[in-house]
Each structure stands twice: as structure tokens, then as C-alpha cells.
């Protein structure tokens, strides 16, 4: 078989007549290399050779371009290539009690600080009185902001709160759950300590 040309095989068809099929041409591979020497060799090769740029063709004009509906037009300089970040100052103390006065939740967060007004449903000498309380949770919506409900672990007045009469052993902590924000100091919510 020479170079450049095309096996051709006999074969029967349906009928089990005989007809001449053309092949595609022979594909001839290097052969592969069988040590490590020589696949170090072969890969330093292919990692040296020159590579041919792949040249587009330009492409003639169709009678139906392709349709662009639904992108919106670019106008404008192109961006840069590096941009300068923003550069913002932190807030001053001025613009943070602001923010404060406006959003009462915002230095809310875990570990801080509350008041928690006593309900009806606790001893008679307890009642509507404010005890300190450690955020242990905070509840946030979908962008992170505290909805204003909250976990607290509370500081108890002792057996005046509790009516143990244990002596040292009267627990001092209580855990309520999901505690509403009151600015106003209802009772059964929290509010900032003042």
C-alpha cells in the first residue's frame, strides 16, 4: 500500500454480492515510549515544540445574522484594568449614635448586654422588674441584620426570683428563649440597658 492512498476491501453486501469499500487512510502514530528516560524525553520534546496560531478564517456575510435580542448594549470606556478599591473611613462616633438612635438593633450581637422586664408569670416580689441578660443567640433575617429576637441567659435575684431557699446552692441563671425587643420595656421582652 503506498503512500497517501486509500485501502480498498472487498465485502459482500445484503444480497451476498461482493463490492469494493474504500477505507480512510491510515493514521501512523509514533511509537510510545517504554521507559522512564524516554518519557521524560518525549514529554520535554513536546513541551519545547513550536506551537503553529491558530488563524481564524473570516467568515462571509449571511443573509440571516444571528439575533441579539435580549442583550443590552455596552457604551461606554472600557473598564480598567485594575481598579482603585473604594476607600471608606470608618465610622466616627458621631455618625455610630446616629445609627444608634435611628436603628435601636443596631449594636446588637451576641455577648451583649440587656435588660429583661420581668412578666406577671413570675414570683409576686419579681414582677415587671428589669434583670440583666447575655444575648446568647441572635436571631438574623437573610441579610445578616438582627430581627430583634433573641436567646438570653439571665441574672436572677437569687431565691427572691426563684423561692429556692437553698442557700448557696439557689440558682443564679435562667434561660429564656426567643425573647421579643421592647423599646418601650414591656414585660416579657428585652430592652437596652440604660
Known amino acids: 500500500m503506498g503512500?497517501?492512498?486509500?485501502?480498498?476491501?472487498?465485502k459482500l453486501d445484503e444480497k451476498g454480492e461482493q463490492k469494493q469499500v474504500t477505507l480512510p487512510p491510515e493514521i501512523k502514530?509514533?511509537?510510545?515510549?517504554?521507559?522512564?528516560?524516554?518519557?521524560?524525553?518525549?514529554?520535554?520534546?513536546?513541551?519545547?515544540?513550536?506551537?503553529?496560531?491558530?488563524?481564524?478564517?473570516?467568515?462571509?456575510?449571511?443573509?440571516?445574522?444571528?439575533?441579539?435580542?435580549?442583550?443590552?448594549?455596552?457604551?461606554?470606556?472600557p473598564p480598567p484594568a485594575y481598579a482603585e478599591p473604594p476607600?471608606?473611613?470608618?465610622?466616627?462616633?458621631?455618625?455610630?449614635?446616629?445609627?444608634?438612635?435611628?436603628?435601636?438593633?443596631?449594636?446588637?450581637?451576641?455577648?451583649a448586654m440587656v435588660h429583661y422586664v420581668t412578666p406577671n408569670s413570675w414570683r409576686v416580689n419579681s414582677r415587671n422588674q428589669r434583670r440583666a441578660g447575655l444575648v446568647a443567640f441572635c436571631y438574623r433575617d437573610a441579610q445578616g441584620r438582627p430581627t430583634g429576637l433573641v436567646n438570653l441567659t439571665l441574672f436572677l435575684n437569687g431565691p427572691a426570683d426563684t423561692?429556692?431557699?437553698?442557700?448557696?446552692?439557689?440558682r443564679c441563671l435562667q434561660f429564656e428563649a426567643g425573647v421579643k425587643f421592647s423599646a418601650e420595656g414591656e414585660q416579657g421582652c428585652w430592652?437596652?440597658?440604660k
Open 163 to 170: 423561692g429556692d431557699m437553698g442557700g448557696p446552692r439557689t
Open 29 to 77: 502514530f509514533p511509537p510510545a515510549p517504554s521507559t522512564l528516560g524516554e518519557i521524560r524525553v518525549a514529554s520535554q520534546r513536546a513541551a519545547t515544540a513550536p506551537v503553529a496560531p491558530v488563524v481564524a478564517e473570516p467568515r462571509e456575510a449571511s443573509a440571516n445574522p444571528p439575533s441579539l435580542r435580549g442583550i443590552k448594549e455596552i457604551t461606554g470606556p
Open 87 to 111: 476607600t471608606a473611613e470608618p465610622p466616627t462616633y458621631e455618625q455610630m449614635s446616629i445609627e444608634k438612635e435611628v436603628d435601636p438593633l443596631f449594636d446588637l450581637s451576641e455577648g
Open 3 to 10: 503512500e497517501g492512498k486509500s485501502p480498498v476491501l472487498e
Open 191 to 193: 430592652t437596652w440597658a
